[in-house]
């Protein structure tokens, strides 16, 4: 499975776990907008942090890194040795 | 099969049940294409800002007040390619128009140019001890500032002008902070925003709305139709508004003088003389209170939203059907959002990100309870530094006990309902509509007991009441 895949399916997990069944786009907001809320976003960073190994202590946190499909997937391919 | 119910509040899509899930009192003209196309043009623009400003006055008795309100929106709704400059002279201007005396101008003046100057540090060397704990040295200092000052010889020079600076800086604390964390956010240095947000047009409370210009550069509407589309969403927050404003007069006129229920404090004091109300009435007294706090922030949150969106930031509400909570997660959630989002932000993230990485329960349960324990009681003992003025640094943190006590039960209740393990909702709607959401209404109505902020009784004062209305006796 490749990255963004990966990436997609477990934020559609998280949405579907609020009740959240709409359309996603790659590039869609899911935190700014509202979609998810703030323990949604500890999901997110637990899971780049486990699956990729990136230490956002060490990089930096800002919840528009981690905001859509495509902004996580950036982080991951800028700060990790993921191919 | 459910219908897919766009929900612009929450911008989450969930599947409704039915028509009734797409009912709404205000309808939604920002869904209108004609609407939205005769809002950008200038005679929709101007009939637009007339009744944003003809609502406005319900709010806002003093012309003189609102005209400095309107004034730069209208200034922005024709022009808003000037925006962003716009709302940075505002700061500059209102303190000029706020400022009581010459000593609070400067205060106030010397807080902005300290602000800009710390902005620009963090700035220029992001990898500093400084730039990495912005929040942590801030208050450090801040603390530090409220020592001096308590230590300073009564009414000297030195008293006046410490107590001016740390009053001056509790006012703008918390809007510095969102500024300095800006470091780790894109693009930067974007002076004009960091300027707006220290005392933005849309007059916020001591908590940041809608948080610091990192946020508000990733909700400006970009485009007239985006802009025409916030501003009516503006329009119909504060109609809103105001019919909860004038619903919360008439509930204070029903029960408090109609029917005169004591208010919480009223109910203790008669229970603390010997005469306690009866039972009944304790309850009533204690579930009111609880739903006029929730009213009322709903009533000034929504104020402050209507007018940021109307100067082109399309922020999402501070209170959300709070009522409909099914967890007590979820109504702090909803019920005083951007006081909940400071917290994450500036206590939480921080927290979470440094401690017990390697587990992964206690790392969520120690930054919540850091966030609400340490983070909103520096944020009340800042907000209220009268208190610490009039009484002195140890007896005030003393009469902050009931509060500490309500935030460390408030801590506890959230970060375990965080642990709990989200599972598919209830099935039954009995269950999801009516029994979860009592259960959470019933606990934050009983933690009321403890939401006195007059500190006028001690802890056991207010243990002895929460008994009574459970039928102990202490």
């Known amino acids: 499975m490749n990255l963004k895949s990966r990436v997609r399916d477990f934020i559609r997990g998280l949405l579907s776990a609020n009740g959240d069944t709409g359309d996603l786009a790659d590039h869609d907001s899911i935190l700014i907008s509202g979609r998810l809320q703030s323990i949604d976003a500890v999901e997110i960073v637990v899971f780049v942090e486990e699956s990729f190994g990136i230490d956002f202590a060490k990089v930096g946190f800002d919840r528009e890194r981690i905001d859509s499909v495509d902004a996580i997937c950036t982080l991951i391919e800028a700060t990790s040795q993921y191919h | ?474």
């Open chain 2, 1 to 474: 099969m459910g219908i897919v119910v766009p929900d612009i509040e929450t911008g989450s899509k969930k599947n409704g049940s039915g028509a009734a899930s797409g009912f709404r009192i205000i309808p939604r003209i920002e869904a209108h294409a004609g609407i939205v196309t005769f809002v950008q043009r200038p005679l929709g623009k101007a009939l637009l800002l007339a009744a944003f400003a003809l609502l406005l006055r319900f709010f806002v008795p003093d012309l003189g007040v609102e005209r400095s309100v309107m004034l730069p929106i209208a200034l922005i709704t024709f022009f808003p390619e000037y925006r962003r400059f716009i709302l940075a002279v505002v700061p500059i201007v209102l303190v000029f128009h706020v400022a009581a005396d010459s000593l609070a101008l400067g205060a106030s003046l010397s807080v902005l140019t300290t602000a800009m100057i710390l902005y620009a540090a963090v700035m220029k060397w992001p990898d500093s001890g400084f730039a990495r704990r912005p929040v942590a040295t801030l208050l450090f200092g801040f603390t530090a500032l409220t020592v001096v000052a308590c230590v300073a010889p009564l009414h000297s020079l030195y008293y006046r002008v410490l107590w001016t600076l740390v009053g001056t800086w509790a006012s703008y604390l918390w809007f510095v902070c969102y500024a300095l964390t800006d470091r780790s956010s894109m693009p930067k240095r974007d002076l004009t925003l960091e300027l707006a947000t220290l005392r933005p047009l849309w007059n916020s409370t001591f908590t940041p709305f809608p948080k610091g210009a990192a946020y508000l550069r990733r909700i400006e509407a970009q485009t007239p139709q985006e802009l025409a589309v916030t501003q009516l969403k503006g329009l119909k927050l504060l109609v809103w508004a105001m019919m909860l404003a004038i619903f919360e007069q008439w509930w204070f006129r029903l029960f408090h003088g109609y029917l005169r229920i004591p208010s919480t404090v009223e109910a203790l004091t008669m229970s603390m003389h010997g005469t306690p109300a009866p039972l009944l009435v304790r309850w009533e007294s204690q579930a009111l209170f609880f739903f006029e706090l929730t009213l009322n922030f709903a009533v000034i949150g929504h104020q402050i939203i209507a007018l940021c969106r109307m100067a082109g930031f399309n922020a999402l509400r501070n209170s959300c059907r709070p009522l409909s909570s099914t967890t007590i997660s979820e109504f702090f959630n909803r019920f005083y959002f951007y006081f909940k989002e400071l917290l994450v932000d500036l206590f939480f993230y921080p927290t979470f990100l440094r401690y017990f990485k390697r587990h992964r329960r206690l790392r969520t349960f120690f930054a919540t309870f850091v966030a609400i324990v340490f983070g909103s009681s520096f944020f009340h003992l800042a907000r209220d530094w009268q208190f610490i003025q009039r009484d002195g640094l140890w007896k005030s943190l003393i009469g902050y006990q009931v509060l500490f006590f309500q935030n460390v039960i408030l801590a506890t209740a959230v970060g375990l309902s965080q642990l709990r393990k989200r599972g598919p909702k209830a099935s039954s709607i009995f269950r999801r509509r009516v029994l979860q959401p009592a259960g959470v209404l019933f606990f934050y109505c009983v933690l009321g007991v403890f939401g006195d902020e007059s500190r006028l009784y001690t802890l056991g004062v207010h243990l002895k009441y929460l008994a009574s209305l459970f039928f102990i006796r202490l």
